[in-house]
């Protein structure tokens, strides 16, 4: 199934680009770049040839999707492990 902005928060983010446009760290706001890795927690973000990691809870960012499209998400939508998150959503539809 291809990526949209409406089931982004079901499908592996690692690939997207992605800017940080809310947090509790008022430092980070603006953080933009690549994710090159994902855990339960964090994201993991290829930023100017430097490894930055970034909270996902009580963080809000933007996701460009492969088409162009943006969309926002909250960090809390997102957290945990993407293979469970993009599980649920495959359990969900052929339970149907």
């Not at 509790?24 to 994902?38: H, K, P, W, Y």
């Amino acid at each position: 199934m291809r990526i949209t902005p409406p089931n982004v928060v079901n499908h592996e983010l690692i690939g997207l680009r992605v800017t940080l446009v809310k947090s509790t760290n008022s430092d980070a706001v603006g953080l933009s770049g690549r994710i090159i890795d994902e855990r339960r927690n964090i994201f993991k973000l290829e930023c100017c040839g430097q490894e930055k990691t970034v909270a996902k809870h009580r963080n809000t960012f933007e996701f460009t999707m492969p088409e162009g499209d943006k969309v926002r998400v909250a960090g809390d939508l997102v957290v945990g492990r993407s293979e469970d998150r993009v599980g649920k959503s495959l359990r969900k539809r052929h339970n149907r």
